[in-house]
């Protein structure tokens, strides 16, 4: 049973044509109510797959295709953020290489001047040490002098009363003793 032939019964007659047209028509074995159930139904498939399978695939093309443009957009302002961040911190480590160079030449010369401070106070501790030396060996040539002195009288005291046979008072002793040392003196 033809469901078409209902329809488009009475349309057949009507496009079959003589002529060249309705000849190509008859040698193609053209009939106009399957074609038309062909083009409704090419049309209702159609219809169903646009809707339901190339309306979401298009959507979705469409979203990754958005997603694309702004991961391209992130990825240029990552570059751009990048160089900028990569000129920031060649300006950062430009700045600390003068402030290290300045800091190295600082310590150079605070160094330079501390050395000198600590030579002059070596030279300045030196010059005690020997000012000190110098009045302790002073003081130890006085001490001996003093020594040999009394030393040298009590000699001389005892030489004399060797040679006089008299025992000498201590006045004596004294008066023998300074005469002796003022000679050892000059």
Avoid: C
């Avoid at 040698?27 to 339901?52: C, H, R, T």
């Avoid at 009590?154 to 000498?168: H, P, Q, W, Y």
Wanted: neutral net charge.
């Amino acid at each position: 049973m033809n469901l078409v032939s209902p329809l488009f019964g009475n349309v057949a007659p009507v496009l079959a044509a003589s002529g060249p047209v309705g000849d190509m028509i008859q040698k193609f074995g053209l009939a106009w109510p399957k074609f038309l159930a062909q083009v409704l139904i090419f049309l209702a498939v159609y219809y169903v797959l646009n809707k339901f399978a190339f309306g979401p695939i298009l959507a979705m093309l469409e979203q990754r295709k958005q997603r694309i443009a702004d991961g391209e957009s992130k990825l240029e302002k990552i570059a751009k953020d990048l160089a900028e961040a990569e000129k920031n911190a060649q300006a950062i480590v430009d700045k600390a290489n003068a402030d290290a160079s300045r800091l190295v030449t600082e310590a150079g010369e605070s160094a330079k001047a501390l050395a000198e401070r600590k030579q002059q106070e070596a030279v300045h501790e030196a010059g005690q040490i020997m000012a000190k030396a110098r009045e302790a060996a002073r003081l130890e040539h006085e001490q001996l002098m003093s020594q040999l002195k009394r030393e040298f009288g009590r000699m001389v005291a005892d030489a004399t009363s060797r040679v006089t046979g008299k025992v000498l008072n201590p006045d004596d002793q004294a008066r023998i003793n300074k005469e002796a040392a003022a000679e050892v003196s000059a």
